[in-house]
């Protein structure tokens, strides 16, 4: 099984709600990644794990909240997201932050802030 | 992280083969090269990576240059299914995969 399984595909939210984005991979891979892309733009990296411990946020908005409750599992929180913030949501997954492997990518959440 | 320039855009014919350039001139002695390209409506999808020597694979070549400044990217037979978008991007254990512009690739029949 080299997938890297994103729920939901699609979600539209209001600006008061609270979502979460949901991101599965069963490859033992213990490095998983949040990016965040608009159209048109590449992928931009937003949050890194490694062994179930936040690596990296990069200056994201605190109204993006991370969490890896476990090896598998990858969450991302949404609250009182903005317009601005409708994006397709890309999970990914690697061997390790301390080997050279590739990263394997689930098909992304798009998300649309109303 | 490495810096990458890749050509905006590129066209090909189908079952024509398709070099796709990428310069990182700032490339360490220890970063390998890695290659992603994204479909339309997909995640982005791994290629090959390599760190001297050229490498082969079901989906595609790679050719580094001998000081590695640059590497190419070789697809032997180009296929409608080959339109996307091909990152190259250096990676080194500890550094995160941070993907530029990239380069989109049309194929035409």
């Known amino acids: 099984d080299t997938e890297v399984t994103q729920t939901p595909k699609h979600l539209v939210m209001g600006m008061t709600n609270k979502k979460s984005l949901k991101c599965e991979q069963h490859?033992?891979?213990?490095?998983m990644y949040w990016y965040k892309q608009k159209a048109k733009k590449p992928p931009e990296l937003m949050f890194v794990?490694?062994?179930?411990?936040?690596?990296i946020n990069e200056s994201v908005p605190s109204r993006f909240s991370p969490e890896c409750p476990n090896s598998s599992l990858l969450n991302l929180h949404l609250h009182a997201l903005q317009p601005e913030d409708s994006a397709l949501y890309l999970c990914?997954?690697?061997?390790?932050?301390?080997?050279?492997?590739?990263?394997?990518f689930g098909q992304g959440t798009r998300l649309t802030v109303v | 992280d490495a810096k990458t320039t890749q050509p905006n855009s590129m066209e090909s014919n189908e079952e024509e083969p398709v070099h796709l350039p990428c310069n990182h001139s700032t490339i360490s002695g220890t970063d390998y090269i890695h290659w992603y390209r994204q479909l339309p409506s997909q995640g982005p999808e791994y290629v090959i990576h390599g760190l001297t020597s050229n490498v082969n694979n079901r989906m595609a070549s790679l050719a580094i240059a001998e000081d590695r400044k640059s590497s190419t990217l070789i697809l032997h037979r180009a296929t409608l299914r080959d339109a996307a978008v091909y990152y190259c991007i250096p990676y080194n254990y500890g550094q995160n995969f941070v993907f530029g512009p990239g380069t989109r690739l049309s194929v035409l029949p």
């Open positions: 990914a997954s690697s061997q390790d932050l301390r080997t050279n492997t590739e990263a394997f």
């Open positions: 490859m033992g891979h213990r490095a």
């Open positions: 794990y490694s062994y179930e411990k936040l690596s």
